[in-house]
């Protein structure tokens, strides 16, 4: 899972984000509105986390031009304008959750969470497809029960699928939310991270759609 961190503070920004790379996301940090903005409007991210005293454009105004244009991406807004005016304002601006400075990094995390599961579909924080389950609370994948070991890398591909359940899901995205779109990576590295899941999991597990993706069965709950 993808996911676009907007702060200009360095020091919050590697914090946020060892927690975040820690629980399984991959990450990419911006420090002005301007720049984030741009990353908004031209790349798919699971979420943004976007802070709202920015350098170059304010990141209520970045907000709004990511609405206007009809970006829905889910966004964690992170401030510390704490009063409630100013916390109706970010959410009428279209903030999907308003996380006033200081926080608990556990809560922060657990709004991530909670926010990208619900702008896939999903009610709870454990996700099943056949005998497939993954808990992205406890970050435990078990297969009829047992638990297995996945790599970062692993996980974090059958997370984005199981997220996006029942759906083709095209090469090109799965490969910019598993390394980034500034990564650089084998051209058979998705292929690869695949075929060791399916060793793991079951060959039925992930199917693939020549041509078009990959998908694991059923629809989105």
Do not use: C
């Not at 991406?73 to 100013?86: F, H, K, S």
């Not at 400075?101 to 599961?117: D, G, S, T, Y």
């Not at 790599?151 to 910019?176: A, D, F, I, N």
């Amino acid at each position: 899972m993808r996911i676009l961190l907007v702060e200009d503070d360095t020091r919050i920004a590697r914090q946020i984000a060892a927690i975040l790379q820690a629980a399984g996301y991959m990450v990419e940090t911006v420090g002005d509105g301007e720049e984030a903005w741009f990353r908004g409007e031209t790349e798919d991210y699971d979420l943004i986390i976007l802070d709202l005293g920015l350098p170059g454009m304010d990141g209520l105004a970045v907000l709004k031009r990511w609405r206007a244009a009809g970006r829905s991406l889910p966004v964690l807004v992170l401030t510390a304008r704490g009063t409630w005016p100013e916390r109706v304002e970010g959410i009428n601006a279209g903030a999907d959750d308003y996380l006033p400075k200081p926080f608990q990094m556990e809560e922060m995390l657990a709004r991530v969470r909670a926010l990208i599961r619900r702008s896939a579909g999903f009610g709870t924080s454990v996700l099943e497809s056949g005998s497939i389950s993954l808990d992205t609370r406890a970050m435990r994948v078990t297969l009829n029960g047992i638990p297995m070991a996945l790599s970062p890398l692993e996980y974090r591909l059958l997370s984005y699928l199981m997220h996006h359940k029942g759906r083709v899901v095209p090469g090109p995205e799965l490969l910019e939310h598993l390394y980034g779109a500034d990564d650089s990576h084998e051209a058979n590295a998705l292929e690869a991270v695949v075929a060791r899941l399916r060793r793991k999991l079951g060959a039925g597990a992930i199917a693939t759609r020549r041509g078009f993706g990959y998908s694991m069965p059923g629809s989105a709950a």
